[in-house]
DNA sequence: CTGAAAGCGCTTACAG
DNA sequence: CTGAAAGCGCTTACAG
C-alpha cells in the first residue's frame, strides 16, 4: 500500500496537481466547490503529504536536535520532558541524542544534526568540552542553537539557565547558619560552568562570613555515570583526611546519596556529626533517609523555557531577522530536610 | 550562508552533477582522479547532502519514533538511553514522543510519526490504550513496529518483554519462602498487560503454594506520574483494612517506595511487620532505608534488543522479505535485599 | 478560478 | 569513464 499522492488525487478529479496542493492549504483562489472535493477525497485516501518534499521545498524540517550529556538523570530526563511537550505543542519534533559527557561524541551529533538539517539546536554541554567551534560553526550557519543549564559563557549564543553561584551560595551559607565551622565541598568536574560557578558560591559564602577557604576541602567528582560510587569514594577519603568537617555542600544529588551511604555504614551520623546539602533536588533526595537537604532545580521549566526560546528563534531566522542571545535565569529555592540540623 | 550543493561542486570543477554524487559514493565507474578532485573540494566546501532530497529519493529517513508513556522514569529513561545508543551506531536517529499514559495522544503522535515518515517505530503502549486501530495501521502500511514492556498480545508485531507473570512469581514465592502467610498485592492499572501477568503471578505463587488468594488483597494503583502518592495511600488503606498482612508484592518499585515511607511514618516496621517486594529495581531502590528486595528489569537491554529487531525488520521490508514478528524475552531476576527477611 | 512550468537537490538507469 | 535526462512529491510565481 504505497502513500497517496497529490498527483493520485489530482488524476482522480481530473484537475492539475497545483490545484489539489492549493486546494488543500486552503488558498483563496480554489472555488469552494473543488476545495470541497478535494478534501473530501483526501480524507478517504488518507493522504498525507510526504514531508521529504515538503522539507525540500520550504527547506523546513519542523524537527529540532537535543545533545544531552546523560539521559538516565533525575533533572535531564525532566528537561527532555519540558522539551518534548512544548515542541509538540508547536509542532515539532525532537530528535535525543546523549554525548555521553564526551566532547569528541558532541561534536560529531552536532554535524549529524547538521547534516539532518534540523531547524534549530538545544544542547548542554559534555564535561569534555572545552573546545567550542563546533558550537560556533552551527552560529555561523545562522541556525539558532540554545544552550541550557551547562552552557559556556564564551559563547555568543541564547542560554537558560539558573544563577549557580547564588544557589551554591544559599547551600553554603545554610550550612553556616546552622552552626557549621568547617564545610567541605565536593565539586564537579574542572570544566563545566556550573561546577566552577557553585564551586565560587561555596567559597564566597565561607569568605563573607569569615570562615576561612581551605582547598584541601574541597573534593572533585567527574559526576558521570557513576557519581554514586564518586561520592561514597570521597566521602571515605574525607573521613580520612579531615575528621573535623561538620558540614558538606554537594555539588550534586546523587554525589550526596552516594556520600550519606558511606557515612550511614561508618556509623557518622547525619546530621548530628556532619550535615549535609546537594544540589537539583532528585526525586529520591525526599525518600531517603534522612531526607537531603538540597537547591530545587526545575527541569521541566528549563526545557520549556529552551523550547520557547529556540521556537522565537526559528521563526525570526526565518524571517531574515537578527537573533540578540538572550540569557534566562530560572529561579532555585533551598529545600530544607532533614540531613542538615533545624536552626 | 547557504549549504553547497553538487550543482556548486560539478560547476567548480567543469563536470557533471552525475559524476560528482557517483563520485562521492564511490562508484565503481568513476575515475580515481575525478574521484580524488572531488572529494577533495568537497570536504574544503563542507558538503553535506541534502537529507531532504536524499529522503525524497530513497524514500527513506533514517528516523525513527519512539513513543513511550513517560520519560521521567527509571526504567523507561534507561530504555530510552539503549535505544538512542544503539540506533546511532547504526546510523539512525530517534524522534522521542511521551503519550503521557493516554490512548489519544499515543494516536495522535502514531499519527504524527508516520507522516514524518519514520522509517519505523518502537512503542510501549498507554495505560489508556485498549484498541488498537492505530498500531494495526502501522503494520497494514508495512511500517515495521516493535513494541516492548508495555505490548498487546493481540497485536501482530515483533515484541520485546520480560515474563512478567514468571518474574511475579518469583517475588511472590520469596515473601511466601521466608515465612508470610497473608500476602497483598499493590497492582498496576487494569489494561496493560503486564499489570496484569504480574497479578497472575501473584495468584499463582499463592494458590501453588497452599495459600488462599483474597481478592481484597488486592490493591489497583495507575502508576502513573503520581505512583509515589497512591503507593503512600495504598499503604495507609491497607493498615486500616487488613493489619494482618505480613508480606506485600508491589507492581512497581516507585509505588513501593511510596508504600514504605507510609509505613515507616505510621511505626510500621520492614520487614519485622511487613515484608516488601518492589519489581524494576530502580537505582533509588538500593540506596533507600531499608533498601527494596525488587525484581531486576534490564531497561537498557530492552532498548537494544528493540531496536535491534526494528533494524532487522527495516532491512527487511527494504528488501522485500516477509518479516514474521517475533517475541524476545529478557531475563529478569530477584534482588534480595534488607525489605524481606532473611531465609 | 485553473493549470503549465520551473525548481528544491539529489539518485540512477541508460546512452555514448 | 562521463553525462544528459527523468523523476522523487511537493510549492509557488506566473499566465491565462
Redesign the pocket.
Known sequence: M???????I?EEL????????????D?????????GLVKELAKTLN????T???N????ESKTIGLIIPVIVHHFFSNVIKGIVSQAEKKGYLVIILQSNESYELEKKQIDLLLSQRVDGILISLANGTANFNHINNVIAQEKPLVMFDKIAKIVKCSKVIIDDRKAAYTATLHLINIGCKRIAHFRGALLPQNSIDRFLGYKKALLDNGLPYDPSLVYICECGERSFEEGKKNAKQLLIDHNDVDGIFINTDLVAIGAMTEFNSQGVKIPDDINIVGFSNWFMSSVISPSLTTINQPGYKMGKAAFKQLYKEIKATKNKKIITPKTITLETELIKRDSTKDN
Chains 1, 2 share one sequence.
Open positions: 504505497k502513500p497517496v499522492t497529490l498527483k493520485q489530482a481530473n484537475i492539475s496537481v497545483t490545484t489539489v496542493s492549493k486546494a488543500l492549504k488558498y483563496p483562489d480554489v472555488s469552494k466547490k473543488t476545495k493522504y498525507k503529504p510526504n521529504f518534499a515538503v525540500l521545498r520550504t527547506k
